[in-house]
């Protein structure tokens, strides 16, 4: 019988890191498939049956629009479209344009009172996602630890460069 070498810490370390990133990588590409599943599993958020549906339209679509009364949750849904987006694709950057930057503002507020505040439905992981979150309207941003980003502009002139 032929012996089995015996395999050394470092080794033993390589084969675990491998494993957790062929995980990673699983559910990576699961999550990019299946954006609505990601908000209920990893962000611990509930949707609507069209609210997933809008995210998942907006994850596959190059072109989306969504066009909707008052108080059905637009900017709500586009700052969660935000955070998936920025998450499953490292070095995202989105930069939200609006008439007026506080308006543009309402999509950080969002992330930092609604989504990372626990309330019951909060996320733990969005937290722990997130390194850097300014609400202040000169220097608006979130940044990510995976290097994607989010921040505001006005949308006149003076911010065609962003």
């Not at 995202?92 to 007026?100: D, E, H, N």
């Not at 850097?132 to 065609?160: C, E, L, P």
Request: proline residues 1%; aromatic residues 12%.
């Amino acid at each position: 019988m032929a012996r089995e070498k015996k395999k050394s810490l470092q080794d033993v370390y390589q084969e675990k890191s491998e494993r957790v990133m062929e995980g990673v990588a699983y559910w990576g590409a699961y999550y990019r498939k299946n954006p609505q599943r990601m908000v209920k599993e990893y962000l611990n958020i509930n949707l609507k049956l069209f609210q997933k549906i809008l995210i998942y339209m907006m994850m596959v679509s190059t072109n989306f629009m969504y066009i909707a009364s008052r108080g059905s949750g637009k900017t709500w849904l586009t700052a969660l479209y935000c955070v998936i987006r920025c998450i499953l694709f490292p070095g995202t950057k989105i930069c939200v344009a609006s008439g007026y930057k506080a308006q543009s503002l309402e999509v950080i507020q969002k992330i930092n009172d609604d989504f990372m505040k626990n309330y019951g439905w909060g996320s733990s992981n969005l937290r722990a996602e997130i390194d850097d979150i300014s609400t202040s309207i000169n220097n608006a941003h979130v940044d990510f630890r995976n290097g994607s980003w989010i921040k505001i502009v006005s949308s006149n002139d003076s911010a065609r460069h962003n």
